[in-house]
């Protein structure tokens, strides 16, 4: 029997570095299918050098559509899923918050009722082996103060964004989805990500591009809010050692160990991008402007991610400063994927080439 992974958003930023990364290893036996509704944010490009390997299925489709998911598993009888798919840019919740209820709330509910049927007519035998993992975020728990402790698994909720009250409910489901009906869950909360293929609209591929190109570099309030960093590779890593290792009915915090001031995160990435890329005109911190804070904008996040290294053994590998720099590089060198990304084409695309 061959062993079958759904992941949901594998199209996406970090769905699409976890299939990558899984698709490195393993045997023909090894099935991973990927479920993603090719929102703005998921890019088939990101898979390309995997598209026609026969270990590897693409399925276009939402989670919230039950009349696909349902025969979906019936057919290829996963042992796991992993759940990236979300709607998950805060300033986009801010404007149209229905958005982030009806994929991160209503579909993650959807998921969860037909992998329960799906989970329920299995034998004995696979019911035991069975997990879902629902990957969410550290925004779930609120903002920190500058003396404060960090998050921890216990941490009380208490969201400050619809994008973090979304995720903060999808949570709340996963866990009573367990402890009501015995479902294997595991849930990950992780610190901000950075690396290969994020959409351009986040904080360090934004700076990387507009310092390249001599736009101004927006900054929001005083720019000393505090972000824990996790280099994306290394928050696969994780997922996959949780998947192989958690016990059901966990949650495990996922950090990068790396708090920084959003301002140092753009002035490194202004010193990198004039290493890189010289131009004549001056630094590219120059180009630095704060603009007005965001409404309810979160102080401080940080993470403590030491339950998952004394529980499961697993540790960030890469620091700030080789993440940092292998991320600008890539951005660098990789324009034709960001004028795809950022274009109007790529979306047309999909709407062509998947109407049906």
Not at 160 to 171: F, G, I, M, T, V
Not at 251 to 265: C, D, F, H, L
Not at 339 to 351: D, K, L, M
């Amino acid at each position: 029997m061959r062993n079958v992974i759904l992941v949901t958003g594998g199209a996406g930023f970090i769905g699409s570095n976890f299939i990558l990364q899984q698709m490195q290893g393993g045997d023909d036996s090894n099935l991973i299918i990927n479920l993603d509704k090719l929102t703005y944010a998921g890019n088939l490009q990101n898979l390309a050098s995997i598209a026609t390997n026969r270990r590897y299925e693409f399925v276009h489709g939402d989670i919230g559509d039950r009349d696909l998911v349902r025969p979906l598993l019936e057919k290829h009888k996963p042992r796991a899923i992993v759940h990236f798919a979300a709607e998950s840019h805060v300033d986009r919740s801010i404007r149209g918050p229905e958005d982030f209820i009806r994929t991160n709330v209503d579909g993650t509910f959807a998921l969860l009722e037909e992998t329960r049927a799906y989970w329920n007519a299995l034998p004995e035998g696979e019911r035991t082996k069975f997990r879902l993992l629902h990957v969410s975020t550290d925004e779930v728990f609120g903002s920190l103060g500058p003396g404060d402790s960090q998050f921890s698994e216990t941490t009380p909720y208490a969201p400050n964004s619809p994008y973090a009250a979304s995720k903060a409910a999808s949570d709340h489901l996963v866990r009573a989805y367990h402890h009501t009906y015995g479902l294997p869950t595991l849930t990950t909360n992780c610190s901000n990500n950075y690396g290969r293929f994020q959409f351009p609209e986040k904080l360090i591929p934004l700076t990387i591009l507009n310092a390249r190109d001599g736009k101004p570099l927006p900054l929001y309030g005083d720019g000393k809010n505090v972000r824990d960093w996790l280099y994306v590779e290394d928050h696969c890593e994780a997922i996959a050692t949780v998947l192989r290792d958690g016990r059901p009915g966990e949650t495990y915090n996922i950090g990068g160990w790396n708090e920084k001031p959003n301002i140092e995160i753009v002035e490194t990435i202004c010193d990198l991008v004039d290493e890189m890329a010289p131009r004549v005109g001056g630094r590219r911190r120059a180009l630095i402007t704060f603009v007005k804070d965001r409404p309810g904008h979160d102080r401080r996040y940080a993470m403590d991610a030491r339950k998952i290294e004394r529980e499961l053994g697993w540790k960030p590998k890469a620091t700030f400063e080789s993440g940092i720099r292998k991320t600008v590089r890539w951005y660098l060198e990789n324009d034709e994927w960001v004028r795809n990304v950022t274009s109007g084409s790529y979306r047309q695309w999909v709407a062509t080439h998947y109407s049906s």
